[in-house]
Each structure stands twice: as C-alpha cells, then as structure tokens.
C-alpha cells in the first residue's frame, strides 16, 4: 500500500492542476502523490442537504443510515455531494450558496484542494423547489422527437450547471416489459430503438451543458418479475442482448454518457452491481466506455442485506470494486470503513482502488475541478453580494419563461389522441361537464420524481414553488365562452362511489363530458404510479372505472382524458367512448397542452411509447412478442392491444404511396433503398410519424413479429405531399443467434412502413443474401432517411 506522505504543494504548481497537459499526465501524478485513505475518499459520497440560509450543507439522516459526521471525513477528501438541492425545499440562490460555501470548505480541508462533484435527479427536470416541471419520460417517448428532447435535456443541465451541480441521474434506458411496474413513467417506452434515440438526445444535450449523464439502470431493471419493485429478473440471454441492452449500447457509443448507474435487479441470480461480465466485460471492455460506474443508492450494501452474495458489507465492497464500480452512492457505507478493513487484510488489492480513483479524477478533471484556478463560485452567483444571503433570496430562477415554454412545446408534442369520433375538436360547447379526481387536480400533471411529487409532498407547509394550472382553470381559459362545472365523482384511489351519482347529473346537464381520470405520482405505496407503486392490473385505479361506466351510460359524449404514469385498460370506453386523449404526466405546462388539443389550437401529435391494454390482466406483454406470444386458439387470454405501440391519431389524414424498391435484393453486408410518397390528404396540417419496423420470418432463433428499426416525423401542409428516401442497412436485420453472437443472415424478409405497429401502409418483400456475417457493437444503428418536397 501507498505509504502516507506529507506533501508541501505551493498552489497552483502541482502538475495535476495545469489545463495544459493531457488529462492522463495530470491524474497519473495526482493519483501517485495520494494516500491510500485519500484515494477512497474519492470513492464515496455523501448525502446532504443545503442549508435554507445560505450556510453549509448539512448531512440528510436517511432511514437506512448512520448519522455521517462530514467534518471527520473532510481531511482526506470526499468524492461526491448528494442531491443537495434535491432532499428539501430551499431557495435556489441560497441553496447555491449553500453549495459554493461547503465545496469551499471540502477543498480547504483536503491537501490537494479538491472539491466533490455534486449530483442531482434530473428525471423530468432539475429535481429542486421552483425548477421547471417537464413531462416524464414516458411523454418524451410519446413526441417520436428526439431533436426536441435533446434541447429539453441542454436547458435542464444549463440550469444545473449555473448552481454548481456536476452530474445528472438521467436518463432512464430501462425498456418496458411489464406496464404493472411502477417506474414505467420514468421509462422511454417499450421498444429499444426507440427508447436508445430519444435517451442518446437526452444525454447528448445534457453533456452538452457540461453535466455528466448517468445512464440507469444497468441492466434489466424493468424487466423484473411480476412488475415488482426490485424484483429477481429471470430472461434469457438473448433477450438481454436484444431488448435491455442496445438503448446503453447506443447511448455510450453516440452520446458520449460519461456515467452509468447499475441496478439493483439480480438476473438468473448475478446482481448487476456485483456483475463484472457486465459492468467490466461488456459495457469496458467491449464497447469502450471510459466514464464512472456509481452505485444506485444503497445498491453495494444490498449485496449484503437483500441479494445474499456477500457476507458483510466489506465483501459488498471487494464484490462490486471487482466487478466495476467506482462510487459508493449516496452516502459512505461500505466503501468507508468496511473497505478499508478490506485493505488492510488484503482482501481487497490497491489496484482496485487506483483503477477506480482515477476515473473519478479523470472525470473531476474534465470537469475543471483539478484546475489552479478553479473557483467554488456557479455561475448564478457570479458578481453577486455574497455576504448578505438574504438579498440572493429569489435572484436564481429556475423556472423562467423560457423553460416553460420548452415544457409547453414537450407536453403538446406529446399528447396522444387515441380515438375521435369527429367529437374533437369541440366546437364551443355551451355547458362542459368535467368529471374525474384529476379535474382540480394541480399535481396531476406530475411524476415521482418532479420535486414537488418527491420531496414537497414531505414539506406541506412549504409553496410548491411553481404554477401548476388545474385542468378545470386551463379549460376555462381555453373555453372562454363555455360554462365548465367540475365534479370529482371519486378519489384516484379510493374505492367510495357516493360521489358518482352528481358526476352522472352534471353529465346528463351538459353537452360534453370531459371524464379526467389517471393517476396520483408517489414513492413507495404511497402513489398508484411510481417507485414502489405497482400494480396488480391495468385497470384503472380506485373506482374510476366504475365512474367512467357509469359517464357513458348517460349517453352524454364523453372525452376520457387520461393524466397518468402508466398505460391502463380502459373497459367500454375503447368502443363508446366519443373520443380518447392520453398524456403521461405532462408536467407544468401540461394542462394547457390537453386544453388545447381539445380545443383544437394544439394539432395532437403524440404516438404511443406503450401499447394500451385492452384487458388488465394480460401483462407482461407488449408489442414486441413472438408468434407465440400472440393471440391464439389455445388460450383465452387474449394480449392485442386495444392501441398498439407507435398509435396516435391527429386532425388530418395521410396517405402512403408510390412504394419503389431500388433492388429488391442486397447482400448481408449491404443496405436496402426505398422510396414512397407522403401526402397530407387533409384540410389541415399535421405531422405524420413515419415507422419503418422489420419482419422475420424465418431465423435461426424465435424473432419478435416485428420490431422498429427506424423512424422519422414528417410535418406537412395540408394537400401538401413529399417524397421520402429510406435507405436501410443490412444490420439493422441483426440479432443474437445460437451461439450468442450477433449475426445477420441471409433470407427472406419484410420492411413494413407504418403509421404504428398495428397500421402497416406499405410493406415490401426483400431479401438477404450471401453469408451470414457476425457484428458487434460497431454496426450500423440507423436507417437514412432523406425527404424532398413534391408536387401535392
């Protein structure tokens, strides 16, 4: 072990802290001047809170922990601060304070003058009190737009990045296999392609800020059994290969994440955090990522307590240093004093140690946090009076008009209108009549972890800190002329029907009813949508069925308008209902999204991320099912869909012609051309999501029927048309066949363009040919699509 030295550095003159020389030289030298205390000292976190007056950060008392005493840490250094913004309510200036006055402090304390990074949840926006509310993942997944969630994601770390945070927990790559699981808000979707191009914009516009991105969770979190909160994962290899794996694989490749976060799953019994093939083998030492492996919180200690693959938490330690973890998070446990018992018997070898510290140097040093002239002072305080803390209060604002209106353009992209009957838009309804527990509902547009769901449910006496308008008050704004009366009719979750009998008499006394159902974000039990909050069904929460039931049979039109995390089964409204409109939390700016739509000054244009149920007993399932997986005479469940994946419809029409094939042929390392024509045929504009999804069907191992292999939106006039372009790579054909290997091969095959992956509009017959090739992760990812505008 590195004996512990006394170094005299004169500020500024060590070699680690010129910007100069290359980062490797730097950290090299860094790393050979620390002790071994100081070296694990990077290694850890610690969770804290920042302090309402603007003093020094104070240590969170978590139920699972230890009291942490910070100032016996300080002296050897410390590697991360956890979510100090987002563990209470706090001013953002002061909190900025808070921050800049204990890196202050950290830095003093430690011989090299290092301060810690500082990370924050960034899920559907910077997790703090008055941040922008942005809509949940799902919604991203909802808008097909990747190019608009990259610059959502590039406001979201520009605001980070001026308070002094380093590092973002976002986004969430997990792919949907079971809607019951309560995390499927936060997810992108249920299909990997999709889920991998909307996350690579994500974390391509948060590095962008200078904000690590943090993959999570790596890998197969969702796919847990029974939709279960941290549950055993049992799948196959293949599965993990082709399904969990390729949104990471992209990200890293194209994004350029410079973190990823294991899960807490185990999958055939190997925990991720203890997994070296995955953590080492695979994301290291095949696809090349050079960033940060941190821990989920508690995630190392619970291959102690819940896994039982170790028997102490110094073993957790030695397990997950072995496998590639370099960050215990969120606060020092079993890299503090337990490793260091390892150390000194030997059970853990100090390679292990300096493999780990200087990717965390490496990535401090990127961040500048290494420099001679590295200041603890974030841009929002720059220039500022910093000794009168209550002239900051309210300088910083992190919800500015800006940033609402990139939340308003998010939630209207994403709204999906399912079914219309012509109901929609509504032509200035004298009397509506909206029923439902979200209708007064201001957090409904929220997820579990938006910072009120997540931290302000704690702290009632505290102001939530930004607009959050009802339902009722955007649809009085945006029917002006239109009497709006409100009747909740039931709780989201309560099973109390004495209030359906006056939903049912202000229904029969309307023209239209507005039925506003869903879901109540929380942690743990205490929401119908969240971490922790899964479902036994799909059906909706509570009584609402019932209500909805009982709204139909008045025989008033009724608009279901649906404010929630998951997909659920919706009864008789899928056939009666006069039309059907879908959000997933759309955050702050999402009522007046709905509104809109309704009222027809928002073009819906959402598409389904997740298929919607049409019974609530058929999961897991989703669209990307074999054969067997599908309808048949030998059982009598029944798993289509009642909307299946990529569904939405808008105020217009498209048509889909002219289908030209270059050559209906091409080599198993070639690429297949395409060409059609795309046709508003409607008398209003619209954008069309074009969805190229690829059949197989015959192969080696069992393929899913169909599964997306590209995408593209498409705005158009009306009446106006353009021809599109569509080149399609052989391996986009490719999967993991009987030996494991990726491998394309030769065949015959369909390439379905669609409108979803229920309505196919062209399909063509091709083929591969010549041998089968094997690929890895340097293959081609993306079709080209190229779109000329032609005569209407």
Known sequence: MTDNVTLDIAPGTAVWTDPTLDLATRVDALVAAMTLPEKVAQLYGVWVGAAADGGEVAPYQHEMEEPVDLATLLDVGLGQLTRPFGTAPVDPALGALSLLRTQQ?????????????AHEECLAG????????????LSWGATFDPELIGRMAAAIGADLRRVGVHQGLAPVLDVVRDARWGRVEETIGEDPYMVGTIATAYVRGLESAGVVATLKHFAGYSASRGGRNLAPVAMGPRERADVILPPFEMAVREGGARSVMHAYTDTDGMPSAADEQLLTGLLRDAWGFPGTVVADYFGIAFLHTLHGVAGSSAEAAAEALAAGVDVELPTVKTFGEPLREALAAGVVPEALIDRAVRRVLTQKAQLGLLDADWSPVPAALAGADLSDPDALRGTVDLDPPANRALAREVAERAVVL??????????RPARIALVGPQAENPTAVLGCYSFPAHVGS?????????????????????????????????????????????AVEAARGADVVIAALGDRAGLFGRGTSGEGCDAESLALPGAQQHLLDALLDTGTPV????????PYALGRAVGEAAAIVQSFFPGEEGTPAIAGVLAGRVTPQGRLPVSVP???GAQPTTYLSARLGQASDVSNVDPTPAYGFGHGLGYTTFGWSDLVLDEPVAATDGELRLHFTLRNTGSRSGSEVVQVYAHDPVASVVQPVQRLVGYLRVPLEAGAACRIDLAVPADLFSFTG??????????????????SSTDHRLVAAVALRGPARQVDHTRRLHPRFAVTPSAG
């Open 126 to 137: 910077f997790a703090a009190w008055g941040a922008t509310a942005y809509p949940v993942p």
């Open 738 to 755: 009987r030996d494991g290997r990726r491998v394309v091969e030769p065949g015959e095959l369909e390439l379905r363009l669609a409108a």
């Open 458 to 502: 704690r702290h009632p006496e505290v102001p939530v800190g930004i607009e959050l308008p009802t339902l009722a008050a955007a649809l009085r704004a945006e029917f002006a002329g239109s009497a709006v009366v409100t009747v909740p009719g039931v709780s989201v979750d309560g099973d109390d029907t004495a209030g359906v009998p006056a």
């Open 614 to 616: 049409r019974g609530p």
């Open 105 to 117: 402090r950290i830095a003093a304390a430690n011989r090299f003058g290092i301060p810690a990074m």
């Open 418 to 427: 399912l079914a219309n009957d012509g109901i929609l838009p509504l032509d």
């Open 559 to 566: 608009v279901v308008t649906l404010l929630a995390g998951r």
